[in-house]
């Protein structure tokens, strides 16, 4: 699972920066970003490669690993399902760029990027973000709230786009997406009885993150204690599911 480029005004006084780890600079000339907010923002963040071509298996475990602690069995299986992305024969690694393949990653009903049959489906769309914070009411975002703009942003792509797709695989993605700016910026609370009360993240850290593909650093945001693994991810992502059913036909009201 929406990208503002900051570079022209700035393109002297940014090349003159060091490019240290963790330190946020706008992509140059020649770089190159995809549709995934989080893989942009850490190239941006320089824990992927700044100019977003040539990441391995490792490199991606690894930047992962030390921007947000994801365990490598969640980013290990994410990295597999991307790699035909690249065309080369034998490729063993991904261009941020080639995530734009439509249906393997990038997907219809996305939270802040157009469909691909309206335009660009790699770069921060504003319309399509706004519908998405329409849901987020309080000033954090609840998982009910985080579920209800998902189910929106489906439904309003499968209503408006002729072109709609969402094969199974996209939409076990669009349920992990949404988990995982959740599990990045929220506190965890995975102990609780329902899933509604799990997760609690600050709105004012999402948003600076989807619309300036940039670490919300300054408010505070740092790397989670809690380690994201791949059975916490499937457990999460199923009692989504059941949370989604249940807003949609309405035996959950929240």
Not at 191 to 213: G, H, Q, R
Request: proline letters at 7%; glycine letters at 6%; aromatic letters at 12%.
């Amino acid at each position: 699972m929406k990208l503002i480029r900051l570079v022209a005004p700035f393109a002297v006084s940014v090349i003159a920066l060091p490019r240290d780890r963790g330190e946020w600079i706008a992509p140059q000339e020649g770089d190159v970003r995809g549709p995934c907010p989080m893989l942009n923002t850490l190239a941006n963040h320089g824990y992927l490669p700044r100019d977003g071509k040539g990441i391995s298996r490792n490199i991606a475990i690894e930047a992962l690993d030390t921007a947000i602690n994801w365990d490598v069995s969640v980013v290990g299986p994410l990295y597999d399902f991307a790699q035909p992305v690249n065309p080369a024969p034998n490729a063993t690694t991904i261009d941020l760029n080639q995530l734009t393949t439509h249906n393997i990653l990038e997907h219809d009903g996305s939270l802040s990027r157009q469909d691909a049959f309206f335009g660009p489906a790699d770069v921060f769309h504003e319309e399509t973000w706004n519908e998405t914070l329409s849901y987020f009411t309080t000033p954090n975002i609840t998982v009910s709230q985080a579920a209800r703009a998902r189910t929106a942003r489906v439904v309003t792509a499968a209503s408006t786009n002729p072109s709609f797709t969402f094969p199974q695989l996209g939409a076990y993605f669009d349920y992990g997406e949404t988990a995982a700016y959740q599990f990045v910026f929220g506190t965890w609370n995975l102990e609780a009885d329902d899933i509604k009360d799990k997760i609690s993240t600050s709105l004012e850290m999402v948003e600076y993150f989807f619309k300036f593909e940039r670490l919300p650093l300054k408010s505070g945001w740092g790397r989670p204690i809690n380690r994201l693994t791949i059975d916490i991810l499937i457990d999460f992502v199923l009692e989504y599911q059941v949370l989604t059913r249940g807003q949609m036909n309405g035996t959950i009201p929240y």
